[in-house]
Every structure is written in structure tokens, then in C-alpha cells.
């Protein structure tokens, strides 16, 4: 079955700078690829999302790039703030069955001040 | 407001003893989905409804794990017989689900803290 693999676990920067998030994917049938921000004890937010038809997306400070050959996609966060301090979760699904994802094991960002 | 809906907020039991989580899904979304969450861990499958019927049981970790859904709407998740590896974070989900043959951003509830002593 689909296996999403993410990295790194956990990834600290400083206020500022750049963050990237990778996961890999193992079912080239995959076509869809959500990314969910989560902080402690609150629900899963989708925070940007792609579609195997394009390369990269992008919304403000974040964007996702997809590499369909290397069957891997990648979140990037610029300029960080304290505020997207959480755990980022990658998934994948594949069309015609009804949507479900699988996800990532997470990674934990911390955004020093 | 609208988003989806998950009761109870926590439930602590006994082993052994059954328990029904519930979901109340986005108004006039036809799919749901059901996933769990243990500490420090990815999100993991359970099962999957469009409408009424569950074409998609395969993420059920036992025949424990049961799950219905009436009137398109509300879903109930029951775990019988509970172990304390049951503990975790039950996470409810839904989309539009009006285009089968693409995927459709998921929206998740804020979950059922289960806890078994």
C-alpha cells in the first residue's frame, strides 16, 4: 500500500528565516497531496494543497513543489514567526479512491524569537 | 460555526468497557472519514463513508472497531471490548465528496481524547 515518508522530525529556525518540510511517496498512482498544520491540542489545519497536473503552488509566505518523477513534495515556509511554531503533516492520496489520505509522521517546527 | 463537530471532547473508561464516538460533519458534506492519531504520531486511516455506505473499511485495526452513518449525516465510531492500546485521538473528517473522481480538501474536527486505564 501508499507509505508517505517526512523529514526532518523536528526542524528549529530562527525568526526570519526559511523552513522546509520533504515527504516521498511510494504509490506513483498518487495524485493529490494536502499539507495540515496542527498545534498542540487543536484539530488539523489545511494549510495549502497540489494536484499532480502542477509543479508548485503558492499561497503568501508558503508554497509546496512537487517532483512527480522522484515521487517527492515539499512544503516551504518563508520568513517564519513565532506564530508557525507546530507540527506539519504531509499526506497523499490517489484518485477514485474516495479521498483517502495517507499522512506523514509529522514534523515539530520551532520559530525562535 | 460550521465546521465539523466531534463529541466527547475526552472520555476516559475502564478496559473492556464499549465506547461511541461521534461525529457531526460540514453541512452537505457526503463524505466522512475517520482517522486516529496516537502520541507523537502521523494521522492513520480508519474508514471512509460517501454518504450512507462505507466503501472503504480497510484501515480498521479489529472487529472491534465498528462505525455507522444515518441520514448522510452523523457518524458514530464504536470501539467494543477496549484495550489500552485503543488510547488515542479519534479524528472525524469531511469533504464535499460531489466529485468522486477527484480528491477534495479534508476538514478535520478537533477529536475524541480516549483514554483506557
Known amino acids: 500500500g501508499e507509505n508517505v515518508e517526512q523529514h526532518p522530525s523536528t526542524l528549529s529556525v530562527q525568526e526570519g528565516d526559511s523552513a522546509v518540510i520533504k515527504c516521498t511517496y511510494s504509490d506513483s498512482a498518487s495524485n493529490y497531496f494536502p499539507w495540515y498544520k496542527q498545534e498542540l491540542g487543536k484539530r488539523p489545519q489545511l494549510i495549502i494543497d497540489?494536484?499532480?497536473?502542477?509543479g508548485e503552488k503558492k499561497d503568501q509566505r508558503i508554497a509546496v513543489t512537487l517532483n512527480k518523477t522522484a515521487k517527492h513534495f515539499s512544503l516551504h515556509i518563508t520568513e517564519t514567526q513565532p506564530e508557525d511554531s507546530a507540527v506539519y503533516f504531509c499526506a497523499a492520496s490517489r484518485r477514485n479512491q474516495g479521498g483517502k489520505l495517507i499522512f506523514g509522521q509529522g514534523t515539530e517546527l520551532s520559530v525562535k524569537p | 460555526g460550521a465546521g465539523v463537530s466531534q463529541s466527547p471532547s475526552n472520555k476516559v473508561t475502564e478496559k473492556g468497557k464499549d465506547v461511541e464516538l461521534r461525529c457531526d460533519p460540514i453541512?452537505?458534506?457526503?463524505?466522512l472519514y475517520w482517522y486516529r492519531q496516537s502520541l507523537g504520531q502521523g494521522l492513520e486511516f480508519l474508514i471512509y463513508f460517501q454518504g450512507n455506505s462505507a466503501p472503504d473499511k480497510s484501515g480498521l485495526p479489529s472487529d472491534r472497531f465498528s462505525a455507522e452513518r444515518t441520514g448522510g449525516s452523523v457518524s458514530t465510531l464504536t470501539i467494543q471490548r477496549t484495550q489500552q492500546e485503543d488510547s488515542a485521538v479519534y479524528l472525524c473528517a469531511s469533504s464535499p465528496g460531489t466529485d468522486l473522481s477527484s480528491n477534495q480538501p479534508q476538514h478535520f474536527g478537533d477529536g475524541t481524547r480516549l483514554s483506557i486505564l
Open positions: 497540489i494536484r499532480s497536473n502542477v
Open positions: 453541512s452537505g458534506h457526503t463524505a
